[in-house]
Structures are given as C-alpha cells and as structure tokens.
C-alpha cells in the first residue's frame, strides 16, 4: 500500500515535485501551514484564497496550493488581499511573501492594514535576504552580513518587522524560525482563527542564495544556527541589547481582542442604511 503524504490532498499534483532548491526552508512553512489547516479540520482550502506578490516565497500558495489564489505583483500582495477580503469578508484571506515583497516595496501596504486590522494572515518568510532576484541586500539583513549589494558587509541595522507591527495596533503578531514547527503549527491555527490582522514572521533558510554567501554550509547548519540562536521572548525580556546580538526573539508578541476592519465596516454600512 503506498501512504500518501497528509498535505498532498491540498497541493496541486501537476506542480509536483516544487521547483524549490533542496533544504529551503519554504518546504517546512508549507508543510506547517497545512498541518494547521488540517488541524483545523479543513480538508479542502475551499474556505481560503490566497494572495501572493513576487518573489521564491510567493510562489507557495501559486502554484502550489489546490485553491483560489492571486499571484499580483512584487510589493502589492497585502493590498490585493485587502480588495479580497472587502468582497469575500467570509473566506480566510491569506498572504504568503518573503522579506522583500512584505516588508520592503509592500510595507506602506503591510502597516495600512495592520493599523485597520483587517481580518487577514500574513505569513513573511525572513530569509534575510531578495532570493528569487538572486541576493541583494533586505530591510531584514542582518547587520554586517555579506549579500550581492553589501559584498563588505551590511552597514544597516535590520527592522524588526515585529515591533512594526504591534506599533500599528493589529491583532496579532508573532515570529518563529523553521525550527520551531511545533510552535509554529499551533501560531498558524491561531492566526487563522484570529478576527484581525495577524503577522507571522518566519525565520527560515535560504541556503542557496543567502546561506553559501553568508558562509553556511548547508541547510542542516542553517536550521542548527537558528535553533542555538533563539530565545523566546518572556528570557529576552529580562536581556540586554548587547546580549540580543545576534539572536531571534521568538514567540507571540502581540495577541489584542479587538474588531476588525469588515466588522467595524458592516457596522457602519448598517448604521447609515438605518439613518436612510
Ligand atoms: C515592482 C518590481 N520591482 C522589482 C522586481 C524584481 N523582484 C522580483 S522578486 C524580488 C525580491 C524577492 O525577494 P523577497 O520578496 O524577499 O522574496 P524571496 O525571493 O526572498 O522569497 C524583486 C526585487 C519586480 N518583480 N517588481
Ligand atoms: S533561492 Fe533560496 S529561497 Fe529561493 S527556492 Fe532556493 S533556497 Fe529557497
């Protein structure tokens, strides 16, 4: 008997094998997203669209997933999802990108929506780095890294995208590494189930591109480098700047209970029909 993997039921048999370069981490946050939905008991994505820009992580809802999805252009996933979401409000809405897509051409995009909190998930892959273009310098490198554009290091400090977030009063805001699936999966299932905007950042290997230029050997290193390089985020609480250097804050940042945008925008529609 063969045993079919559990997430194949979602995924587009024609596009298999995916085109990702061995030991990306884009494998790992595909299969943790799945998982949720399934967890979720969902076995179809019927409920779920799907809004993409350019980009190696953009490529996993399309052509990948067995769903309705929007692969738009570089930068402006977050504001196709915002029309999505306006005229389908019932559906899950949700958003894959990578550093460059979600947090440097499509950050006005991503702050606007987080500070209307629309009900939608946005799921940045931080591989620290443009990929798909072949490497250049992100708002996420870290400091000193070596990528194409910064070939004596990065003299910028990377944005915490994090923080950004939770300044602009969504929901919903957390980071996790490729390592963490456990934590991940159950992150995911929250944020689906979130009534606002949800953020999750994923920490996660870029091997090919980033990863060889940054002096890592392999995939395993990479994942190894993250796990000795994490703390969660009640310990950093209690760190200073200095003994931050270098490491990923990890776990849930922000978690409010407050309406979001197409509830408080349906209360307004309802308002103004009764004053007619
Ligand atoms: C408007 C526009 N500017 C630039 C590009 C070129 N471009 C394509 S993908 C990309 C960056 C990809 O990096 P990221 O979004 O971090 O995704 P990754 O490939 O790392 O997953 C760029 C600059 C484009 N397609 N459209
Ligand atoms: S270039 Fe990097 S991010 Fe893109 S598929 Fe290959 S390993 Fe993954």
Not at 117 to 132: D, G, Q, R, S
Not at 251 to 263: A, H, M, Q, W, Y
Request: aromatic share 10%; hydrophobic share 40%.
């Amino acid at each position: 008997m063969i045993l079919k993997h559990f997430a194949r039921k979602y995924l587009r048999e024609e596009v298999l094998p995916s085109t990702f370069c061995p030991g990306c981490g884009l494998g790992i946050i595909i299969n943790c997203f799945l998982k949720a939905v399934e967890e979720l008991g969902y076995s179809n994505l019927n409920d779920f669209i799907f809004c993409s820009g350019i980009g190696c992580t953009a490529w996993i809802p399309s052509p990948h997933f067995k769903a309705d999805s929007i692969h738009t252009l570089h930068g402006r996933a977050v504001a196709v999802a915002f029309g999505v979401k306006m005229v389908r409000p019932e559906h899950h809405v949700v958003v894959f990108g990578g550093d460059g897509d979600i947090a440097g051409i499509g950050i006005g995009h991503l702050i606007h929506a987080a500070k209307r909190n629309l009900e939608i998930v946005v799921i940045m892959a931080n591989n620290f780095t443009y990929a798909m273009t072949g490497g250049q310098l992100s708002p996420t490198t870290p400091f000193e890294s070596l990528t194409l554009t910064s070939p004596y290091g990065n003299i910028e400090k990377p944005l915490d995208v994090v923080k950004v977030i939770d300044a602009a009063g969504a929901s919903f805001a957390a980071r996790w590494t490729t390592y963490h699936i456990i934590p991940l999966i159950r992150t995911i299932k929250t944020a689906i189930k979130k009534n606002g905007f949800s953020f999750i950042e994923v920490v996660s290997q870029c091997p090919t591109i980033y990863g060889r230029r940054a002096g890592f050997k392999s995939a395993y290193d990479m994942l190894k480098y993250f796990k000795e390089h994490s703390v969660p985020i009640e310990k950093a609480k209690n760190m200073s700047d200095e003994e931050l250097k270098d490491k990923f804050v990890v776990g849930i940042f922000v978690d409010r209970e407050k309406l979001g945008f197409t509830s408080l925008y349906k209360q307004v529609i309802n308002k103004a029909r009764v004053k007619l």
